[in-house]
């Protein structure tokens, strides 16, 4: 007999030892399971045997006032194929829709078939396929002078917007931007908000609004053209380097233009694709 219920921080070592090895690299639920139990707007749900011991997960998160996410479905080993990841899918989405959300989101590993044929089962339709890139960067890198990257102030960031709104770019996107790995429709104050944050760069290339973490540079959201944006990532390339980190890493819609220019910059990607369910 299983039941669901909100987890709790005394579910952690179970949940544990059951996802260190969910892929070839390991998992990420162990590093953030405490983060989630803490964020607003987040509620992690589990599926429990008559133990009260958890066999399975789901995070569900409101990414704005009418967006909701999933994410992190894992099933024990021992009791996949009862039925536990599609019960939490629906936990994520009453859940979602008692908060007045109207449509929910998540993403899979675009080679992931599995994964892809059950969110399918579960109602959900592709929205487009992404890719995320990963850069390393090994020693100074340097741009043309104006294609370097500076901060930009509020007034630039409403002309990023009015850049990116009815681009390509925008269009292939579905108007999305990546907050992690989670994924949004972007808004005007996006680039206003990055802007007075400090995390809003432009060039003659474009803009990106990044993220610094502790070992890499994250792109959240680009604005550029198919001309422009292997200077626009030089520049990037440039300002990894100046912060001393080693990676540069970015999502973007999966299109050739941007695809080959990952390739150009020596990239390694990963096909990412987004699925949404109206609630």
């Known amino acids: 007999m299983t039941e669901i219920r909100l987890a709790t921080a005394d579910d952690f070592k179970s949940i544990a030892e059951w ?23 987040t509620s992690v ?5 008559s133990s009260d011991e958890p066999i399975a997960l789901a995070n569900a998160v409101q990414m704005s006032e009418r967006e909701a996410w999933m994410e992190a479905a894992r ?26 959300c109207q449509v929910i989101r998540l993403a899979t590993e ?63 996107a579905r108007e999305m931007i990546a907050r992690g790995w989670r ?33 890499w540079l994250a792109v959240e959201w680009m604005v550029t053209t198919p001309e422009d944006i292997l200077a626009l990532i030089d520049g990037l390339l440039e300002a990894t380097s100046a912060r001393q980190l080693p990676e540069l890493n970015f999502k973007l819609p999966d299109v050739g233009w941007t695809r ?13 694709t987004l699925w949404a369910k109206p609630i």
């Open 183 to 215: 994924w949004r429709r972007s808004r005007p104050d996006d680039p206003i908000e990055a802007a007075q944050e400090g995390r809003l760069l432009q060039s003659a290339a474009g803009w990106a609004s990044i993220r610094e973490h502790a070992e």
């Open 260 to 272: 080959e220019a990952a390739k150009r910059v020596g990239a390694t990607t990963f096909g990412q």
């Open 75 to 100: 099933v024990h080993p021992d009791h996949r194929r009862q039925g536990l990841g599609t019960a939490l899918n629906h936990a994520g989405v009453e859940w979602a829709a008692e908060r007045g």
């Open 110 to 172: 675009t080679t992931n078939e599995p994964a892809v044929k059950q969110v399918k089962a579960l109602g959900y339709r592709s929205i487009g396929r992404w890719f995320y890139a990963e850069v390393s960067v090994d020693g100074p890198q340097h741009s043309e002078e104006q294609f370097r990257l500076r901060p930009a102030i509020s007034t630039d960031a409403e002309a990023s917007w009015m850049a990116w709104a009815p681009s390509d770019l925008a269009r292939d």
């Open 45 to 49: 749900f589990v599926c429990v045997d």
């Open 19 to 41: 996802t260190k090895d969910t892929f070839i690299w390991g998992d990420y639920v162990r590093h953030r399971f405490h983060t989630w139990l803490e964020e607003k707007d």
